[in-house]
T-cell receptor
Framework: NAGVTQTPKFQVLKTGQSMTLQCAQDMNHEYMSWYRQDPGMGLRLIHY???????DQGEVPNGYNVSRSTTEDFPLRLLSAAPSQTSVYFCASSRGTVRETQYFGPGTRLLVL | GQQLNQSPQSMFIQEGEDVSMNCTSSSIFNTWLWYKQDPGEGPVLLIA?????ELTSNGRLTAQFGITRKDSFLNISASIPSDVGIYFCAGQNDYKLSFGAGTTVTVRA
């Protein structure tokens, strides 16, 4: 099993550009989520999904879109990048929620100029 | 979002020392979790706590779920060089995790 994979590892964008951060898991996990990590603030939940076709907003959803067309993939879209979206983005997955470990991917470092 | 206050922000350890860190919240959580993050990696779960008052160990790590369900602590005994990294507490209700800002553990020269 590859676990949770994220691409790209690093990306530089200009303000206003759009891009998609990819996340995939091969563990048949129902639950997937996206977090951003900023210095001194821990990880904050952006969006999450409890299964294919179902998504919901987390703590900081503005400026981000998600969709979940398959169990394996959960892409995060930035429609019009802003410097405030410079961060490290982590994707996580788990079999369920209660008493199930969330496995994190290695992260995508995004710099918006 | 829900705010978790984690302290200390950073600490220096000497090999063999015991270290402690804690996390408090104004909100109640059903589950408390402790993660460790190494540079360039995602967080990895160390200990999960599911019941108020629960004390759980994982090797040299011990963590407790506070009685009020608003706090938790993590102890590391007999620290070793590979204990360096960033430790995060997280509280969970339903599908959502709320994280503390982290405790950075560094080896004292």
């Amino acid at each position: 099993n590859a676990g949770v994979t994220q691409t790209p590892k690093f990306q530089v964008l200009k303000t206003g550009q759009s891009m998609t951060l990819q996340c995939a898991q091969d563990m048949n996990h129902e639950y997937m989520s996206w977090y951003r990590q900023d210095p001194g603030m821990g990880l904050r939940l952006i969006h999450y999904s409890v299964g294919a076709g179902i998504t919901d907003q987390g703590e900081v959803p503005n400026g981000y879109n998600v969709s979940r067309s398959t169990t394996e993939d959960f892409p995060l879209r930035l429609l019009s990048a802003a410097p405030s979206q410079t961060s490290v983005y982590f994707c996580a997955s788990s079999r369920g929620t209660v008493r199930e470990t969330q496995y994190f991917g290695p992260g995508t470092r995004l710099l918006v100029l | 979002g829900q705010q978790l206050n984690q302290s200390p922000q950073s600490m220096f350890i000497q090999e063999g020392e015991d270290v402690s860190m804690n996390c408090t919240s104004s909100s109640i959580f059903n589950t408390w979790l402790w993660y460790k993050q190494d540079p360039g990696e995602g967080p990895v779960l160390l200990i999960a706590l599911y019941k108020a008052g629960e004390l759980t160990s994982n090797g040299r790590l011990t963590a407790q779920f506070g009685i009020t369900r608003k706090d938790s602590f993590l102890n590391i005994s007999a620290s070793i060089p590979s204990d360096v990294g960033i430790y995060f507490c997280a509280g969970q209700n339903d599908y959502k995790l709320s994280f503390g800002a982290g405790t950075t553990v560094t080896v004292r020269a």
